[in-house]
């Protein structure tokens, strides 16, 4: 698609946003102070998505609540990336036919990744009688105009059609409060890993324009976000499709100039398009905090090559051993399945010996699950439910070992961190993050949230550290 085909033009913008008066206007001739529950489910880019819908809504005239049987309108803003990830929705779309039947005007909304599988749609449209408008992440910029019809016509509207997808600027936002922050800086994914549901729900690979990244990015390190994550399901090929040999590591150079104290951090990066320059830019670049998520899937090749990974086990190893030279000290997370379609258990090894290999220091460990539309999920899977799960087990036993241990050399030691927020433990009130992003709950007052400390570590387990400023 041409690049003018894909940025949303800004007169379709301003349209919207008079929606959104014509929605406000007619909440206040009623004297109504509408409320809504919005309830995000899934990734990073889900969590942002759904900050868009809230800066929609609230220039609706809304205000927000957390309990949906008091809300005039119930969003939920779902994920399909696992079949359990589904169930919770449908559990919770049960729930709303209570709260819809005691208030009749309620209007229940059903968006993000789930909304856009065709199945799903077709359910809802017989199943789920109460939900009221269901739009998928591609229409996400035209909230306010089918929420409007919602209003106008009191019928159900669907927006769900398979589209390649676009880039709105200037949407409103509202952000969570405290220091950290999401930029999304790329839509969609052109991958199609045989496992995964994404490419399906969220369009074709689209890069904002460096211009915009780095406007927002700038606007947020001054108004005091401290941590800022650049989203993308592959960052690393940000900037492919807009055809001026401009890429990731230049967004992030370019970034590194806004001045002011702030961690920039990513996520996804696809091995396949890690780059040596990747890891220099990164070393090179101050704000860019020394952490890296690099999702490897599978230790095994066979296994990598059904999942049409594009890379092998030596070639990641390898990127690995570049971004340790380059980068002593960098924090390594990963994202692992098992139980792949075909996967024996000799290959589920090899996953388990590569996460001994590299010594992560945190994994989003998963077990496979079939996502109706994916070539995997139309393979045959021999291996028994128990077999995957002990290696699952076999799996996070052995990483569990390996955080603890990296933890426990943390002790007494002196880091850097930032303090994001509370955590709710009465002897341990604060929460903070390092650099690589690793959790120290930490002694003090709340008066320290947004401030960057030098703390001593005085203790660990396997998933956080605890210390005290110094
Ligand atoms: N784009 C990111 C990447 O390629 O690294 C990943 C995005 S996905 C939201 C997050 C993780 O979910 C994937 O890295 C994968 O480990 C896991 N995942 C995706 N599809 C899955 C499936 N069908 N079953 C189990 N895990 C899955
Ligand atoms: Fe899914 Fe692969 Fe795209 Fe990540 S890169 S979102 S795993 S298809
Ligand atoms: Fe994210 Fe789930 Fe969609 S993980 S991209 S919200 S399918």
Known sequence: ???????????????QRDFQEKIKAMFAARGAHPRACVETFGCQQNVADGQRIMGMLEACGFAFTE????ADLALLNTCAIREHAEQRVFGNLGILTHSKKENPEQVVVLCGCMAQEARVAER????????????????????????????????????TDDEHGAIAEGLPVVRERGVKAWVSIMYGCNNFCSYCIVPYVRGRERSREPAAVLAEVRELVEAGYRDITLLGQNVNSYGNDLDTGYHFPDLLEDIDQIPGDYWVRFMSSHPKDATPRLFDV???????????HLPFQSGNNRVLGEMNRRYTREKYLELIRYARAAMPGLVLTSDVIIGFPGETEAEAMDTVSLVEEVGFDALFTFLFSPRPGTKAAELPDPAPREDKQAWFDKLLEVQNGRSARIHAGYVGKTLRVLVDGESGDGEYPLSSRTEGNRLVRLKGDRSLVGRFLEVRVTGSNTWALYGEPV
């Open 1 to 15: 698609m041409k690049r003018e085909e894909v940025m949303v033009p800004e007169t379709e913008i301003a349209r």
């Open 67 to 70: 309990d949906a049987g008091e």
């Open 124 to 159: 809802v449209r017989e199943s789920y009688r109460h939900v009221d408008l269901v739009f998928g992440p591609q229409a996400l910029w035209r909230f306010p105009e089918l929420l409007w019809r919602v209003y106008e016509t009191g019928k159900r509207v669907f927006s």
């Open 282 to 292: 990164m070393a090179a670049c101050g704000h860019v905090a020394k952490q890296l």
